[in-house]
């Protein structure tokens, strides 16, 4: 069996780090592993105007900034199919069918759609479209044959969903569908980044990400301004390690060749988080190592982001050809789900026969 990656990103905006630690870095890995025969990223745009409905020049306006953001992390379009998802029009079919098995209070129970529900205060508003993401979502994923899909430990309710979706499927129809497996990220900070608040979620509605594109200034200003431990108020006091946002990040994104560059006084972060949790070692001098851990993972991203914006003709040539390669995979897929519908009327040689027979002894 083929060994194949579906994942993408709804374009809400810029990308920010938590998108990276959670999924893009992990993605550039596993496109340069060698290890995969193709790997899918989508723009999930269709999946944003669920509930960006009456705005769609926001999601199209947006389609660029998730485009760039994923060319100057290192997805290379040789390597990996970019496209966007609204110019796949089986993706639409699939859901349709598939919708059939699944019932409304399944769909009720997923952990991912209350949360989702609850954050967008939809209460019975709830469009559709929305309620229904977790089918569509299967329809993405089973359209590519995905293997493996590699996202936050958050949709590992999606991810249950679509497995659900693919048995039942080839339960009713015959093995059609092939069930897919989560790929979480290795780094358990990755798992979720909280927002410089500390909020459990770095969310751009709520205001407190650090964009990957971020520049030196504004990346400094939200280091500084970032939630450590409320009760550590003397540089003497013991500090608190678990729920401080600063060392969060420090662990996701910390290495330990940055000690020598930048902090020279320690060997490692172990020995950072020791003395910060027996007293004397103040917040601002942690943010500072911070502010420069991060500059040195995201230089390279931002000077990679404004080659590619000299060139936005070529970002969107990209999005073309990996959307007409997409399609000719999907479309191979929803006739083989046809198939074991026994839709395919045209397709179907003995049907037609034997219905000419039938009629013929009549």
């Known amino acids: 069996m083929s060994k194949i990656i579906l994942t993408g990103d709804r374009p809400t905006g810029k990308l920010h780090v938590g998108h990276y630690v959670g999924s893009l870095r992990r993605r550039v890995e596993l496109q340069n592993s060698g290890e995969f025969d193709d790997i899918f990223i989508m723009i999930a745009d269709a999946q944003a105007l669920t509930d960006n409905a009456d705005n769609p020049e926001k999601v199209r306006q947006n389609i660029i900034e998730v485009a760039l953001d994923y060319l100057s992390c290192g997805l290379d379009p040789a390597k990996s199919t970019l496209f966007i998802q609204s110019q796949i029009p089986q993706l639409c079919e ?129 280091v500084m301004s970032m939630y450590t431990d409320p009760n550590h108020i003397q540089i003497s006091d013991p500090g608190q390690i678990e729920g401080n946002t600063v060392f969060t990040y420090l662990d996701a994104f910390c290495k330990d060749e940055y000690f020598a560059q930048y902090l020279p006084e320690y060997n490692n972060l172990e020995e950072l988080k020791a003395h910060y949790t027996r007293g004397g070692l103040g917040d601002v001098k942690v943010k500072k190592f911070l502010l420069n851990v991060l500059n040195t993972e995201l230089e390279p991203i931002r000077n990679r982001r404004k080659e590619f914006e000299k060139d936005i003709p070529y970002v969107y040539e990209v999005l073309k050809k990996g959307s007409e390669k997409a399609r000719e995979v999907a479309e191979n897929t929803l006739n083989e789900v046809k198939n074991a519908m026994k839709i395919n009327y045209f397709d179907d040689a003995e049907l037609i026969k034997s219905q000419a027979e039938k009629y013929m002894n009549q």
């Open 94 to 222: 699939l859901s349709f069918y598939y919708m059939n098995l699944v019932t409304v209070s399944r769909l009720q129970r997923n952990p991912t759609v209350k949360t989702e529900i609850a954050m967008r205060n939809f209460e019975t508003s709830i469009p559709v479209g929305f309620f229904t993401y977790p089918i569509s979502q299967a329809a993405d994923i089973t359209a590519f044959k995905a293997t493996t899909v590699p996202v936050g430990e958050d949709q590992l309710p999606m991810l249950e969903q679509t497995k659900e979706i693919v048995r039942k499927f080839n339960m009713t129809y015959g093995d059609t569908l092939i069930e897919p497996e989560i790929l979480l990220p290795d780094n358990k900070a990755c798992l979720r980044l909280p927002g410089i608040d500390g909020k459990a979620k770095m969310s751009k509605s709520l205001g407190n990400c650090i964009y990957l594109s971020e520049d030196e200034k504004t990346l400094k200003q939200k």
